[in-house]
Nanobody, 125 residues
Framework: QVQLTESGGGLVQPGGSLKLSCVAT??????????MGWFRQVPGKERAFVAS???????RYVDSVKGRFTISGDNAQKMVTLQMNGLQPDDTGVYYC?????????????????WGQGTQVTVSS
């Protein structure tokens, strides 16, 4: 059984920074091959892919955050972080941590096996 726990959300002014963290706690068999990532959801819209990192180190970003967000994985700690710089109001939403035990999982939310509870990020002056 795997549980994902996010932290680090909050309120920030446009141009500011936040760092999100997600820890995967696992019982039983643990897998060395996995992908972790983040989705964002705003009211009335589908959850949208933001970024992902594979246990082998390959990263992927949605175009709108490239150059501003950095995703990092820590295989030993089963942890993923999302450093968000240059935040804009369009970055506002609930950010969900996700995990899957495959590579090349894709950007469709239905492709991901595990989801955290979400953490709110609000960018506003």
């Amino acid at each position: 059984q795997v549980q994902l726990t996010e932290s680090g959300g909050g309120l920030v002014q446009p141009g500011g920074s936040l760092k999100l963290s997600c820890v995967a706690t696992e019982s039983g068999w643990t897998y060395s091959r996995y992908t972790m990532g983040w989705f964002r959801q705003v009211p009335g819209k589908e959850r949208a892919f933001v970024a992902s990192v594979e246990s082998g180190g390959r990263t992927r970003y949605v175009d709108s955050v490239k150059g501003r967000f950095t995703i990092s994985g820590d295989n030993a700690q089963k942890m993923v972080t999302l450093q968000m710089n240059g935040l804009q109001p369009d970055d506002t939403g609930v950010y969900y941590c996700v995990k899957d035990f495959n590579f090349r999982v894709g950007t469709n939310p239905g492709s991901w096996e595990l989801w955290g509870q979400g953490t709110q990020v609000t960018v506003s002056s």
